[in-house]
């Protein structure tokens, strides 16, 4: 498996601009994670699904910030209009979530990361 | 939700010097991990351990998940160790939250 698929690794775009990030997760993973991680605030857990259903968004900075994912092989995230301040590098990170697994056998309930999309807001 | 702690915040070391990581969490948790960022940025999960002790190489991990810390250890330090190291656990429901890392600077 290629791992975990994030486009576009950088963009530069101007203040008032959407943009969409995009994620391919793991052949088989049933769990997709979307993080933001700048200096001032670390890593932040944004949005996760399970099955392709948001289970919680709690961590969207707010209503410009929206994700979805349509099928188990694809997650964007948009953020219209987009501002200075969302300037951030965005991970994608995917797990085969299983209940009651025994991980270190199955592999199962581990976090895999994309290589990040690098936004730049100007 | 849960709190994630990782201390120290920053470490330096000479090339060869021994050092211990830690990760204190707020409640039981699924699942722990420790993650490597590279001066490129990518995220190397180094371990899956939510209880337990494991060993790859120079690094090995602890969790001792009645007491909710997580240990990782690293000996022989060499320069390529550089980096931030985090902590991630992941909650019954599902979700993860990281700590805010220690960034590790090995000096030759």
């Known amino acids: 498996d290629a791992g975990v698929i994030q486009s576009p690794r950088h963009e530069v775009t101007e203040m008032g601009q959407e943009v969409t990030l995009r994620c391919k997760p793991i052949?088989?993973?049933?769990?997709l994670f979307w993080y933001r991680q700048t200096m001032m605030r670390g890593l932040e857990l944004l949005i996760y699904?399970?099955?392709?259903?948001?289970?919680?968004d709690s961590g969207m900075p707010e209503d410009r910030f929206s994700a979805k994912m349509p099928n188990a092989s694809f997650s964007t995230l948009k953020i219209q209009p987009s501002e200075p301040r969302d300037s951030a590098v965005y991970f994608c990170?995917?797990?085969?979530?299983?209940?009651?697994?025994?991980?270190?056998?199955?592999?199962?309930?581990?976090?895999?990361f994309g290589a990040g999309s690098r936004l730049t807001v100007l | 939700g849960i709190q994630v702690e990782q201390s120290p915040p920053d470490l330096i070391l000479q090339e060869g010097a021994n050092s211990t990581l830690r990760c204190n969490f707020s409640?039981?948790?699924?699942?722990l991990q420790w993650f490597h960022q590279n001066p490129w940025g990518q995220l190397i999960n180094l371990f899956y351990?939510?209880?337990g002790t494991k060993q790859n190489g120079r690094l090995s991990a602890t969790t001792v998940a009645t007491e909710r810390y997580s240990l990782l250890y690293i000996s022989s330090s060499q320069t390529t160790d550089s980096g931030v190291y985090f902590c991630?656990?992941?909650?019954?429901?599902?979700?993860?939250?990281f700590g805010d890392g220690t960034t590790l600077t090995v000096k030759p």
């Open positions: 990170a995917s797990s085969d979530r299983r209940r009651g697994a025994r991980p270190l056998v199955s592999g199962a309930n581990v976090l895999t």
């Open positions: 699904f399970n099955n392709n259903v948001p289970i919680d």
């Open positions: 409640d039981s948790v699924n699942n």
């Open positions: 052949s088989g993973h049933n769990s």
């Open positions: 351990i939510p209880s």
């Open positions: 991630a656990v992941v909650t019954n429901a599902g979700k993860s939250t």
